[in-house]
């Protein structure tokens, strides 16, 4: 068994998560289509139905930049709440891309617009969309997202067909 501290195990498991990336997008970039789907990160306490991020939250919108930045993101779509543009802020930012908003209650168009969207794709949702939107893009694992996890990260590969799920978190 080996052993290590709690600050050698999250810098392990942050080198995985980036080998794992890294191997998906080396291993068919060129034919790989790739979504990545997150939750918006943590919201702040007060802001009634449209709050903004927390501290925490803007931290973990950075984190998740700089996991996808160089996941060859080609377009963003958020929904017309704060807390997921602001997620996606600062990767959009990195990459100069303008998200395109799609209503949080709009799957059916979410959808068809990431089946019209070439190449790499991240994708802002909410605890209640995201699984509407990974079901209609073909995949029968059920999804579930607890009120209070902020750290999942679903890599949907498009192609060949059928879809894969792999279901990471970032912290």
Sequence with gaps: MIRCDVRTYATMKRLILLLVLSGLLVSGAAAQSTIFIVRHAEKAASGGTDPNLSV??????????????DAGISKIFVTEF??????????ATALNLTPNIIPAQNSPLLITRLRASPGNVLVVGHSNTIPQVIAGLGITTQIQIG???????????RKPPPPRLIHLHYY
Excluded at 82 to 91: I, N, S, V, Y
Excluded at 147 to 157: A, G, I, K, T
């Design 82 to 91: 704060k807390r997921t543009q602001q997620t996606a802020a600062p990767l």
């Design 147 to 157: 009120e209070n996890d902020y750290d999942n990260l679903f890599v949907l590969m």
């Design 56 to 69: 925490a939250g803007q931290k973990r919108a950075k984190r998740l930049a700089n996991v996808l930045k």
